[in-house]
């Protein structure tokens, strides 16, 4: 499956953005999603994660209850909706897809390119 995320941009903190993936290729509905992030000199950490179906969602603490993840499996996307925007929440997220619901970046396999998300203070 090819992912194709886009949405970032610079953002004011208390803001909100909204970010998408599309993913073409193998049917996107056998696929959990997931939503990572790197900021410079960082690792890449998790963000959101959800289920083939939708119905079950992972976060990370640092974004629970500020971020949702959500998906649209007739139109294969994948959605982060982000609020209440932090200066700590620059980073380029990268959408992934793999075969289980996870936490963890070796779980999945495909990745979409990454989009550059900037809060500023």
């Known amino acids: 499956v090819q992912l194709q995320a886009s949405g970032g941009g610079l953002v004011q903190a208390g803001g909100s953005l909204r970010l998408s993936c599309v993913a073409s290729g193998r049917t996107f509905s056998y696929y959990a999603m997931g939503w990572f992030r790197q900021a410079p000199g960082k690792e890449r950490e998790f963000v959101a994660g959800?289920?083939?179906?939708?119905?079950?969602?992972y976060y990370a603490d640092s974004v629970k209850g500020r971020f949702t993840i959500s998906r649209d499996n007739a139109i294969n996307t994948v959605y982060l909706h982000m609020n209440t925007l932090k200066p700590e929440d620059t980073a380029v997220y990268y959408c992934a897809a793999g075969p289980i619901l996870s936490r963890t970046p070796r779980d999945f396999y495909s990745w979409g390119q990454g989009t550059q998300v900037t809060v500023s203070s």
């Open positions: 959800i289920n083939r179906s939708g119905g079950t969602t």
